[in-house]
Nanobody, 124 residues
Framework: QVQLVESGGGLVQAGGSLRLSCAAS????????MGWFRQAPGQEREFVAG????????YYADSVKGRFTISRDNAKTAVYLEMNSMKPEDTAVYYC?????????????????WGQGTQVTVSS
């Protein structure tokens, strides 16, 4: 069992930055690949970024590539999403998710555990 709690969301102006954190509790965090997803109002939840269990492999949606960076600290059992050059279309509830796997899939249906989400709003 893994519990995930996101933090760091808020209101930011276009062009600004935010850093999201996801604190994990439970056993064997380093055995889980982690992903960040987001869901905007009226839209389906979509993949944003993923990171393998060792941190050696990362994956990004095309819409955030070059602007967002995912990282993890297995000693602190946490995963992060650094968001730069933010755009109004980045506005969404952001979720972290965990999958017992080496690599992070892009499909939300493959993840085992989810956090409650944190709201990110980018004003124009």
């Amino acid at each position: 069992q893994v519990q995930l709690v996101e933090s760091g969301g808020g209101l930011v102006q276009a062009g600004g930055s935010l850093r999201l954190s996801c604190a994990a509790s439970g056993r064997s965090f380093s055995m889980y690949a982690m992903g960040w997803f987001r869901q905007a109002p009226g839209q389906e939840r979509e993949f944003v970024a993923g990171i393998g269990r060792t941190g050696g492999s990362t994956y990004y949606a095309d819409s955030v590539k070059g602007r967002f960076t995912i990282s993890r600290d297995n000693a602190k059992t946490a995963v992060y999403l650094e968001m730069n050059s933010m755009k109004p279309e980045d506005t969404a509830v952001y979720y972290c998710a965990a999958k017992y796997s080496w690599f992070a899939p892009r499909s939300q249906s493959e993840y085992d555990y989810w956090g409650q989400g944190t709201q990110v709003t980018v004003s124009s």
